[in-house]
């Protein structure tokens, strides 16, 4: 079974200054991608960053980073120069290359501060 | 270019009433999925579907029954409410490409009092 970890129920951050939200994950897939979605207050899921197991370069989307260590199980979201619309819920997902189904953490809810 | 669209935004139902949800995609994705995300639990699998004709169940399928009998649609069915399925409803489709990324819809707000 395929398992999510996000130990950061809430996190702050001050304006401009970088943060990194945890994910950790456990899978017995040898191959699989690994997703960051945002989730702000008004509802939606907005797709942010994707990394693949055997990427050897950490995925890096404008403001978005990945910080994928393999052999740890970990993909942490690194955001830099935070903006006050980065506050919002941050979820980690994983997909196994040979499958259809994708599993969430619980999310962590970020709060950049002015 | 309408993405995934979610019918209806919000709705409130009585305890033993029956209802459906329409989710609709544009994108002619072969994978769709219905999840409920609840507080402090993320988001969690009902059921899903890998083409027309064909569902299964996810994590928490009980209570719950869907239908694709369109490739662009997939259908959530309640037939009888219990206030635990008080939740926020979200449709997502994808491709079978293991890299693509879920589509959502803008979610389903349910109250079942």
């Known amino acids: 079974a395929q398992k999510i970890t996000q130990t950061q129920p809430g996190m702050f951050v001050q304006e401009k200054e970088a943060v990194t939200l945890d994910c950790t994950y456990d899978t017995s897939d040898p191959s699989y991608g690994l997703f960051w979605y945002k989730q702000p207050s008004s509802g939606e899921m907005i797709f942010l960053i994707y990394q693949g197991s055997y990427d050897q370069q950490n995925a890096t989307e404008g403001r978005y980073s990945l910080n994928f260590q393999k052999a740890r199980k970990s993909a942490n979201l690194v955001i830099s120069a935070s903006q006050l619309g980065d506050s919002a819920m941050y979820f980690c997902a994983m997909r196994p290359y040979y499958g259809q189904n994708f599993v969430f953490g619980p999310g962590t809810r970020l709060s950049v501060l002015p | 270019n309408a993405g995934v669209t979610q019918t209806p935004k919000f709705r409130v139902l009585k305890t033993g009433q029956s209802m459906t949800l329409l989710c609709a995609q544009d994108m002619n994705h072969e994978y769709m999925y219905w999840y409920r995300q609840d507080p402090g639990m993320g988001l969690r699998l009902i059921h899903y579907?890998?083409?027309?004709?064909?569902?299964a169940k996810g994590e928490v399928p009980d209570g719950y029954n869907v239908s694709r009998l369109k490739k662009q649609n997939f259908l959530l069915g309640l037939e009888s409410a219990a206030p635990s399925q008080t939740s926020v409803y979200f449709c997502?489709?994808?491709?079978?490409?293991?890299?693509?990324?879920?589509?959502f819809g803008p979610g389903t707000r349910l109250t079942v009092l």
């Open positions: 579907s890998v083409g027309e004709g064909t569902t």
């Open positions: 997502a489709s994808s491709s079978s490409r293991s890299t693509d990324t879920q589509y």
